[in-house]
């Protein structure tokens, strides 16, 4: 029904950028909202930010003091999630999830290794 996919990630240097992109297809048309979640080892799911897509809104995990930023492209319900210097907490999978007529649909995940 809808399919989500993300890019990016792999081995990073401590104070590198991020940029991470998901891409949502099929059935998309009723799409709400499209974000991210990351899991570091052994750890639960946080989550990260996400766009409300029709006012474009954006809301972010206040306990990441405003490191990850989200752009989107709506022609092709593409999200890419951004942080300027990214840090060894950052290491972990990162999900990106779209929010489809009441249901969510997650990409299989990116992950990310940022070595110091």
């Known amino acids: 029904q809808v399919q989500v996919v993300e890019s990016g990630g792999g081995l990073m240097q401590a104070g590198e950028s991020l940029r991470l992109s998901c891409t949502a297809s099929?059935?998309?048309?009723?799409?709400?909202?499209m974000g991210w979640f990351r899991q570091r080892s052994d750890e639960d799911r946080i989550f990260v930010i996400y766009?409300?897509?029709?006012?474009?809104?954006?809301i972010a995990q206040a306990s990441l003091k405003g490191r990850f930023t989200l752009f989107r492209d709506t022609t092709n319900y593409t999200i890419e999630l951004h942080t300027s210097a990214l840090e060894p907490e950052d290491s972990a999978v990162y999900f990106c999830?779209?929010?489809?007529?009441?249901?969510?649909?997650w990409g299989q995940g990116a992950r990310v290794t940022v070595s110091s």
């Open positions: 999830y779209a929010d489809v007529d009441a249901k969510r649909y």
């Open positions: 099929g059935h998309t048309i009723g799409t709400t909202a």
């Open positions: 766009n409300h897509w029709k006012s474009n809104k954006t």
